[in-house]
């Protein structure tokens, strides 16, 4: 029996909404980083050869030898989030979530747009003990990355991360050398989930429920190794080249999101102007590639600086991922405010879509 004309253009138009309303913005994602600080981020998140505060536990533990006086925090909570998440959840304010179809007009005025939030809390303690920098903390992390997708069906694609655990590093200078070496060792508990969830999902009372029950958890402990060269020809400002090697060996937890091993390699200078101290620095981080998500290069490139004012305030300025950054802080004495700026790749290569994301933390020690 021959098919009807009208049949084979219904048949032809199904088939290109499905391709265009479902495939598109999950070919790529962001990169799975692990912890970044706000203070980084406001300098483009190069960080490499600067480490130089508790980042340096994150970002390159030979930078803990920095490390000369007792330092800690006892509450810096961290909060981020995306320009459109922070709309959404505006909009998620006048909207009835146990209503199936307002939920699903809620996600469809957000269709193609990256949603993304973070919170965090790291206290620490950093002292030194003969010549040592030491430093120890606890970081429990949450993650929430989704992207909406299918105007007639609207339904997030979700990748959610929290993260909890130990982490302790030490760093070193060699006797007679512009050498610093350290280590940093972690023990994370990770939760995870990567699961799509519709407008009746959201809107189910037991979403809850099954959004812990979809969690998958698992434990791994891994080493961050790291080094940082001051280039002793160069006299016209302070030098230093910065190499790590983080998630050492690959950190695998279970039926968790693992988090891949990864090479990262910057070089930062500083320069006093009578009061002023100014900070340059560039980064190239996943070296081998090891990240999965692509192989394009502007994505990994960080670059950034500082102007450390005589005074209370630092100003930040970079390009993370070819996107402008930009960041503040206060330093007031017990009390330390931090704010940033800054456009993160959500595409296969820079510059394909960009996700402008604010992030701000409060730092209660010294």
Same mark, same amino acid.
């Given at each position: 029996m021959k098919t009807r004309p009208n049949t084979v253009i219904w048949q032809i138009l199904t088939l290109f909404m499905a391709i265009t309303f479902s495939a598109g913005p999950a070919m790529a994602k962001v990169y799975p980083r692990?912890?970044?600080?706000?203070?980084?981020?406001?300098?483009?998140?190069? +960080?490499?050869?600067?480490a130089d505060d508790e980042n340096a536990l994150f970002y390159n533990p030979a930078g803990l030898a920095k490390i000369d006086?007792?330092?800690?925090?006892?509450?810096?909570? /961290?909060?981020? #989030?995306?320009?459109?998440?922070?709309?959404?959840?505006?909009?998620?304010?006048?909207?009835?979530?146990?209503?199936?179809?307002?939920? #699903?007009?809620l996600l469809r005025d957000y269709i193609g747009e990256h949603q993304h939030v973070r919170g965090a809390l790291f206290?620490?303690?950093? +002292?030194?003990?003969?010549?040592?920098? *030491?430093?120890?903390?606890?970081?429990a992390q949450a993650t929430l990355d989704a992207e909406i997708r299918d105007p007639i069906w609207p339904e997030a694609d979700t990748d959610y991360v929290f993260d909890r655990g130990l982490i302790a590093g030490v760093g070193g200078r060699i006797p007679f050398m512009d050498l610093r070496l350290g280590a940093a060792l972690k023990y994370i508990s990770r939760s995870s989930?990567?699961?799509?969830?519709t407008a009746t999902d959201i809107a189910d009372d037991d979403f809850e429920d099954d +959004?812990?029950?979809?969690?998958?958890?698992?434990?791994a402990v891994a080493l961050d190794l790291g080094v940082i060269?001051?280039?002793?020809?160069?006299?016209?400002?302070?030098?230093?080249?910065?190499?790590? *090697?983080?998630?050492?060996p690959e950190m695998q937890f279970g039926n968790a999101l693992n988090q891949?091993?990864?090479?990262? *390699?910057? *070089?930062?200078?500083?320069?006093? +102007?009578?009061?002023?101290?100014?900070?340059?620095?560039v980064d190239y981080v996943d070296l081998t590639h090891a990240i999965g998500e692509d192989r394009d290069v502007p994505k990994r490139l960080h670059l950034g600086g500082e102007v450390? /004012?005589?005074?209370? /305030?630092?100003?930040?300025?970079?390009?993370?991922?070819?996107? /402008?950054?930009?960041g503040i802080s206060a330093d007031l004495w017990a009390l330390k405010l931090d704010f940033a700026a800054y456009t993160e790749e959500a595409g296969a290569h820079a510059g394909q879509r960009d996700d402008r994301r604010y992030a701000g933390q409060i730092s209660f020690g010294w």
């Open positions: 692990f912890y970044r600080g706000v203070r980084p981020l406001g300098m483009g998140d190069a +960080f490499t050869a600067v006086t007792l330092t800690f925090a006892v509450v810096n909570p /961290l909060v981020e #989030a995306s320009a459109e998440s922070i709309d959404m959840a505006s909009d998620a304010d006048d909207t009835d979530l146990d209503d199936t179809g307002e939920v #699903a007009d206290p620490h303690v950093g +002292f030194n003990v003969g010549g040592y920098g *030491i430093m120890v903390g606890f970081l989930l990567n699961e799509v969830y +959004f812990e029950d979809d969690l998958e958890d698992g434990s060269y001051s280039l002793p020809w160069i006299d016209w400002a302070e030098t230093d080249v910065g190499f790590t *090697i983080q998630h050492l891949e091993t990864q090479a990262n *390699i910057g *070089i930062a200078a500083k320069k006093g +102007f009578g009061g002023f101290n100014v900070i340059a620095a450390q /004012l005589p005074m209370i /305030l630092s100003l930040r300025l970079g390009l993370n991922q070819g996107y /402008l950054s930009y």
